[in-house]
């Protein structure tokens, strides 16, 4: 058996899996949250690749393993591998919270609860009878879109780079009556309010297709990714007009203190961990 967790420790073991994940800021954020309630937890970051997390989760658990976070790109096999989900996780298709019970794996996904609450309260960008993008079909967009539904947009516009994905996806919401259509990759159109990149282009540095004239001076675009300057689709967003850029920084550590606060019955403070975190990523740490 190939082995991924090499820290010993009597301490609750908690993780964070996905390829890349030497980026991972979990361990800091969820250390933080601990010391709220005088918590003391062992949190590491390791690399999984797809295809491999079933083994890792089995070895995991083997090593009394409580809680595991699931990053890109391995949400809908974290999702696959659930014998329980919650309802956000099962409207998804995609796990980004384990668990494990006597009877199995159990799943939720905490990344639409924490944009949702990144954009509208720490931000203060209403989403209600707005015009939405949603750039990505994968596993970080199908996790986002339940709770942009719930805010109670005017309609969701999905773009990806495979229509048919994109397509599938609308589907299965339009089916439930849900204001979502697709805009094909590339395409033209008119002036969104909010654009939300969904897509791991940031992370090789590279920007998705899209075109400025769904830019105007009032749209708020918003990269599910971060970094310690402004990533590529910010960048762009700024120079195209757009009203206001933010990066996914504080929608990482509202999805996790929603996670901490399942495996721990805790509600933690998220401001104090979101500014601590800003400061150092500036400083390089």
Known sequence: MRHWFTTESDLPRFCVVGSPITHSRSPFIHAA????????????????????????????????????????????????????TAPRASRAGAANTLWFEADGVHADNTDGVGLVRDLTVNHQVPLRDRRVLLLGAGGASRGVLP???????????????????????AETWQAAGAPVDVLPWGATGAPCDVVVNGT???LAGQLPLVDV????P??????????????????????????????????LVEQAAEAFSRWHAREPRTAAVIAELRQRLAAGL
């Open 33 to 84: 949250f601990g010391a709220q309630f005088g918590i003391e937890l062992l949190y590491e970051k390791v690399e999984v690749r797809p295809g491999d997390l079933a083994g890792a989760v089995q070895e995991f658990v083997a090593l009394g393993g409580r809680g595991m976070n699931v990053t890109v790109p391995l949400k809908e096999e974290a999702f696959a591998l659930a014998v329980a």
């Open 147 to 169: 709770a942009l539904l719930e805010a109670q947009p005017a309609c969701v516009l999905i773009s990806n780079r495979s229509g048919e994905r994109a397509q599938a996806l």
């Open 200 to 202: 791991a282009a940031s």
């Open 213 to 216: 004239s769904l830019l105007g």
């Open 218 to 251: 009032h749209t708020v675009c918003y990269d599910m990714m971060y970094a310690a300057s402004p990533t590529a689709f910010m960048t762009w967003a700024a120079a195209n007009g757009a009203a206001r850029v933010l990066d996914g920084l504080g929608m």
